[in-house]
């Protein structure tokens, strides 16, 4: 099968492209360094020729809910209505797990991406998946000389297994949304963003912080935790920050 991941060169994407390649199946990236920009739409016609799956694992970094609203919905639209012009069978996008029971901006966004993804034109599989190993690294990197490690309970899974459950997904028929997948184990946020600074050598003060109001209690209380049974990754953050260390690739 020729599968075309939205988002390939990103934290996740590039496990996805891996696993999709692993699973003998022909990986095409679409990203703005391949050439393909998802808000205007341009190069995704002549990307999309023959291929039979698309993955969506396409982000914008932002907390603020207009940015993600206006990200998602015209991406996802403008990939929905390429992949119908190109005979596409099969839309899979990733989403959160608890996006509908923590209110924020950047959640509201994906669960209208996920409203779009199922209404679409194309067949839609949907997988939310719960934070990954890499999250805590990713608020390092992307905060400024203060990190704020949110207090929020979370069950996190390695990116490498959130990629190979996407290609196994992308291969069977399309199934709606699908049951979320997590890890092993539940873990506060705030710990595990100190723990890679610790094993990075970052210096930078890092304060546990409680979101505000209801969200801050949903975050802190289990919102973002899978609510019911589905498939669970078996890799712990102890391992994946060990490979990590090691110099192997995340995962
Ligand atoms: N991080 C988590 O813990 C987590 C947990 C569960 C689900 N998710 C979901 O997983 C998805 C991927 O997250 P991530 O953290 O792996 O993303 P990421 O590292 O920020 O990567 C974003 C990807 O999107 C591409 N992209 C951005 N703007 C684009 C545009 N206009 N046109 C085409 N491609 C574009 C980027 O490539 P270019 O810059 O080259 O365009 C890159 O490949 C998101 O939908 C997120 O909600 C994340």
Do not use: C
Request: proline share 6%; aromatic share 4%.
């Amino acid at each position: 099968m020729k599968i075309a991941v939205a988002g390939g060169t990103g934290v996740v994407g590039r496990f996805v492209v891996e696993a999709v390649r692993g699973n003998g199946d022909e990986p095409v990236v679409l990203s703005r360094s391949t050439g393909v920009d998802l808000t205007t739409g341009a190069g995704l016609d002549a990307a999309l020729a023959g291929v039979d799956a698309v993955i969506d694992v396409s982000n914008i970094e932002t907390m603020s809910r207009k940015k993600a609203t206006a990200f998602f919905e015209t991406g996802t639209r403008n990939l929905l209505a390429a992949e119908q012009r190109a005979g596409v069978g099969h839309h899979v996008l990733l989403s959160i797990v608890g996006i509908d029971r923590v209110g924020l901006g950047y959640y509201a966004a994906k669960l209208s991406q996920e409203q779009a993804a199922l209404a679409g034109p194309v067949p839609a599989t949907v997988l939310r998946a719960t934070q990954f190993h890499e999250f805590a690294g990713q608020m390092l990197d992307r905060t400024g000389p203060v990190v704020i490690g949110p207090k929020m309970l979370s069950q996190p899974v390695a990116a490498r297994e959130v990629g190979q459950l996407l290609a196994d997904l992308a291969r069977r028929p399309p199934a709606g949304r699908v049951p979320d997948l997590a890890g092993p184990q539940q873990l506060d946020m705030s710990q595990l963003v100190r723990r890679v600074a610790k094993a990075r050598g970052v210096r930078k003060p890092i304060v546990a912080f409680r979101l505000p109001g209801k969200v801050g209690t949903a975050m802190a209380t289990g919102g973002s935790l899978p609510d019911a049974d589905g498939p669970r990754g078996s890799i712990t953050f102890d391992e994946w920050l060990a490979s990590e260390n090691a110099g192997n690739p995340p995962g």
